[in-house]
């Protein structure tokens, strides 16, 4: 990646010498492009989708929004330490709790309830690389057995690309699944796992994989041996590969134990669990097809454009802009069992949204312009 260097040249009006523009119309680069609710409503962004996802678990586990903010502070403040001692890390730097959480102008609440230290750095220039053999190639390379490291399960998933299609918000299925069948893949308890990277671009990647998992966020096993997106740095392509890699180096120290590393794409829709160990053994195919199909089973809800009337809150968030709050959004349950997405823009809604609980809170909203809903009490 290269976007740190791209990012600046760009501000000098430079264009980098090995720029080559692609010829002809760009495709759509999402395998599951925005339905016409969630671009009218601005449902688009990553902080916003994983945001939301977030609001819903805290609200379904009855934790007060300034208890569940510093929580997320708690869970991210070790991940710093890590990339601290992490030479290829992009932040070589140990935040703490209060640096994570405290809204200043270095750290900026960006969408509710996401300051700019516990989100995702996209900007960096960083690569890793991967090399993978069979046995008899590597022999034939002359790799020596103590450098090797072996895939011993795996499975990936994917949930409902659509944030209020799923009836449950507070859980990923396609986690639960990912991480059962990985696990029973490769033969393993989670008990037997010594290393682990949860991607963690937000919190709510790490909270819903612990979830998954059966973990505590104070497992004392670390959650990361990276470093994390926001610390470490998440190129927009492939963090996978500088925490697959940095296992492999802590895997050749521990031949006998087992790596877990996680990947999480769009908007907490795809998933992936890969399970590594310096010791060979049997690698027999995850049953991914079953697992998908059990994630399919789980309820869905259908999502209509407009609404007016009365509603209950799902989930939500607020996003900010430099200047303060822009816009807050809801998922909204509707009394046929339907759901929609709704705004506001009015400051104390936005502001009631933010210190106070609105999961599950009664409101009435209206069809506005554009096919926008609006909060309107």
Not at 89 to 96: E, N, S
Not at 270 to 286: D, E, K, Q, R, V
Request: charged content about 25%; hydrophobic content about 40%.
């Amino acid at each position: 990646e290269s976007l740190a260097t791209v990012k600046q040249m760009k501000k000098a009006g430079e264009k980098p010498a090995w720029s080559h523009p692609f010829e002809g119309r760009a495709k759509m680069p999402f395998e599951d492009p925005f339905c016409p609710t969630e671009i009218s409503h601005q449902v688009l962004q990553a902080y916003v989708t994983f945001a939301v996802f977030d609001v819903a678990r805290r609200g379904h586990l009855g934790i007060s929004p300034e208890s569940y903010l510093r929580q997320n502070g708690e869970l991210f403040a070790p991940l710093t330490r890590v990339a601290a001692e992490n030479p290829h890390a992009w932040f070589r730097r140990i935040r703490t709790v209060e640096e994570l959480i405290s809204p200043k102008s270095e750290n900026r609440m960006v969408a509710h309830p996401y300051p700019k230290n516990m989100m995702a750095m996209l900007d960096i220039d960083m690569g890793a690389a991967l090399l993978l053999a069979s046995e008899e190639k590597a022999d034939a390379l002359g790799v020596p057995q103590d450098r090797r490291v072996y895939l011993r399960g795996w499975c990936n998933t994917k949930d409902p690309a659509r944030v209020a299609e799923r009836r449950e918000l507070s859980r990923s299925v396609g986690m639960e699944e990912a991480s059962r069948t990985a696990l029973l893949t490769a033969g393993v308890g989670l008990d037997e796992i010594g290393h682990f990277d949860l991607y963690s671009c937000f919190p709510a990647s790490v909270n819903f994989a612990l979830d998954a998992l059966g973990m505590s966020a104070q497992d004392t096993r670390g959650l990361t041996v990276t470093g994390g997106l926001p610390y470490h740095g998440g190129p927009g392509s492939n963090y996978l590969a500088h925490s697959i890699a940095n296992l492999v180096h802590r895997l050749r120290e521990d031949p006998a134990g087992y790596g877990l590393a996680t990947g999480v794409g769009m908007h907490l829709v795809n998933h992936s669990y890969g399970i590594y160990s310096a010791t060979p053994g049997a690698l027999p195919m995850p049953d991914e097809a079953a697992a998908q199909s059990r994630t399919d089973a789980a309820e869905r809800c259908l999502i209509r454009d407009t609404a007016s009337g009365p509603a209950h809150v799902a989930a939500y968030t607020v996003v900010h802009g430099r200047e303060g709050r822009r816009f807050g959004v809801a998922v909204c349950d509707l009394p046929g069992g339907e759901r929609c997405y709704a705004r506001t823009q009015e400051e104390s809604l936005m502001e009631a949204m933010e210190t106070t609980e609105w999961v599950g809170r009664a409101i009435r909203i209206e069809e506005g312009e554009g096919a926008v809903n609006q909060i309107v009490g």
